[in-house]
């Protein structure tokens, strides 16, 4: 099963094992891992499971879809070239390894 890692602001790590199909949010939710909200569900309508996605995991997810880009503007953390939405990665063993990390703030 894949891992993923959620790192927090202060270096405070989390590592999870996820099955493949799962959302990068969904597990952070299921595990109670503070600093996703999520709040609209994973609709990529609320911008509130914005997470940092580094190089070299970020080349393997979809790009960005018009839907997702809209809402990453809208972030309460400032976007950068490395912000997604953890409700539109999709976990895959493809991402074996993954390291998220999440913004100071989401709300
Ligand atoms: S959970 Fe709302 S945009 Fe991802």
Sequence with gaps: MPTVT?????????ELEVPTGKRVMQAAIGAGIDGIVAECGGQAMCATCHVYVESPWADKFPS????????????????????RLSCQL???DDVDGL??????EQV
């Design 6 to 14: 959620y790192v927090h602001p202060d270096g405070t790590k989390h």
């Design 90 to 92: 999709v976990v895959s």
């Design 99 to 104: 390291i998220v990390q999440l913004p100071e």
């Design 64 to 83: 960005i879809s018009e839907e997702e880009d809209e809402m990453l503007d809208d972030t309460v953390s400032p976007r950068t070239d490395a912000s």
